[in-house]
């Protein structure tokens, strides 16, 4: 043990964040150390609120401090549109991109044979269930466009057939300001394949 107990504890700690090594938790240890009082008590209390008081959206699965959320509370927002999302982190880039439009279902997670996750270890059934108790009319769905991704929207889409919702899925293809040149065939094919009319 190079260091006292509770700053080779604290190290330990530090190196569990994603992308932190013992070099950085070290560094950022001794920080903390010689940082003011205020600061690490306020730090210590905002990492245990996060535990205490974010929690599940009760309908659409979002992180929230607030039940339900701020996004199922907006009044202005089109309630028969629902945007399917696999994580909050792609709600929140959605959100950013079309701020205020759209309600979404967060699924936490996508369809994996391979894993042994189903569609029931996912938030489907509730999406299921939202549809007919909402009156849902449209699904956007906005899972990623990785084999996963379109497994779960190919099976939402059948899943949903029953109940006359129209089913969209967010285009795939050429980034904006890319260059074809360096995008990869599957890209290419799905971009010539989603082409619009001008
Ligand atoms: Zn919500």
């Keep these: 043990m190079l260091y006292p107990e509770p700053i080779e504890r604290l190290i330990d700690h530090l190196t569990r964040l994603p992308g932190i090594g013992r070099k950085t938790a070290t560094r950022l240890a001794f ?8 600061y690490t008590s306020d730090l210590g209390k905002s990492i245990s609120e996060i535990k205490e008081r974010i929690r599940l959206c009760s309908r659409c699965f979002n992180i929230t401090d607030i039940d339900p959320c701020h996004i199922c509370r907006d009044e ?3 309630k028969t549109v629902l945007c399917i999302v696999e994580e909050p982190s792609h709600l929140m880039v959605i959100e950013s991109a079309h701020p205020g439009i759209y309600r979404y279902h967060i ?3 996508v369809i994996n044979p391979l894993e042994g996750i189903g569609p029931d270890e996912i938030r489907i059934p509730e999406m299921k269930e939202r549809i007919v108790r909402e009156g849902i009319k449209e699904l956007i769905i906005a899972t990623n466009p990785t084999m996963e991704g379109n497994t779960t929207a190919h099976y939402i889409s059948e899943l949903t057939k029953p109940f006359e919702v129209k089913i969209t899925r967010i285009a795939s293809g050429i980034p904006i300001g890319g260059d074809i040149v360096y995008i990869d065939p599957l890209t290419i094919k799905s971009a010539i394949d989603n082409r619009r009319s001008m």
Aim: proline share 0%.
């Design 31 to 38: 920080f903390l150390l010689n940082a003011k009082d205020t």
């Design 76 to 78: 202005k927002r089109d």
């Design 107 to 109: 699924l936490h997670g």
